[in-house]
């Protein structure tokens, strides 16, 4: 009954937001309709609001970028200010990712001296770093300023010790968010949050797994860049997958249940987007459909909030794919539906 | 029927706790749907009308129980 209450109004919120989504038959139109025609239809959806608003300060598909990034920032916010108690805590826990997100993104700006409005632009604030204090974090000039201006934060202990390798401390942060929101989830004793999570950290792990592999990667370069505590994927099975070749490592994910989601496409594994795309959309599935064998629980809530996320990148990806006039099929390639 | 004082008495009772068991239960049943109907209302107005539906629906549980005490107290 406890649980029962305590989802029901966050869930049936979420349901609403989640039903004002854009339907997947959406999706191929965009695809015939030109830049402005795809902007005018989001600017009467959803996204209105965020269009307006920054139609001032942009145009284009720069405006149409920012409008996607804000709207993504405002929902997730929203998700956290109207939860209450244990969903208060998981979905904010779930969305430190995007706190992770952002690090990565101004310390990659900042390695390469990219510009502030340019890192800006990358920029989605829905995790606990908020709009201001991400501005004030990119005002620092230097990798290590970034790092020093984060001192205190939980992901500190991920940064400190830099000594130049980009992907050494993107991977450090990957670890950290992962093994702070278990511990989180294990001392909420949520085991359906942590189903979900395991299961994220799978298909976060083949992925890596699919690129490292097609990159001739070695076994303890390998391992060094997977993350722990994966549903099916354990440790050993990880190094185990790690230390076997190209071709045997996709006859032995035979034996996962993730093997359902690119058996179809086993015969053609030379494009990674594929497998990806292949990935996202099992992770897609899967959360939508456990969200419907526990209704009054988290599980409606991370479905909401990754099909929010699916629907930004879609648009984002048609978006861009058509202002560089990237071929139809090469940007259906990529849309997760 | 003829009933005795005591008997008047027990009867009451029971038509109260019919009434009251019946009250928690319905109370117990619609805070729930209440919070949902509520949750669904703020995003969209249009729920309105089927979010007061479901909520009443467990009133009638307390309609019971209020039919229940009545015919305690009026048939015997």
Redesign the interface.
Known sequence: ?GN??KY??????V???K??LIPKEMYPKFLNMEIPEITRFIGESEYKNDVEELGKKYSGTDLFEHALNQNLALTYRKLIE?SQNEANLLITEYLRSWDIWNIKTIIRGKFSGAKEEEILEDLVSAGQLGYRDLLEIIKVGTVEGVIAALEGTPYYPALEGFKGNLAEIENNLDRTYYSNIIKAAEDTGNKLFLKFLRTEIDLKNLKMLFRMKRAGMERDEITKLLIPGGMELKANDLARLSSLTFPEFVRALEEYSYWEAIADISNEFTSLINIETRLDKYGLVYASRISYYYP?SVLPILDYILSKKIEVDNLRMIVRGKETTLPEEIIKAHLVM | MVVDPSQAGMIAVGAGIAVGLAGIGAGMGEQAIGAAAVGAMAEDEKFFGKGLLMTVIPESIAIFGLVVALILLFVF
């Open positions: 009954m029962t209450v029901a109004y966050i869930v049936a919120r349901r609403a937001m039903s004002k109207v009054l």
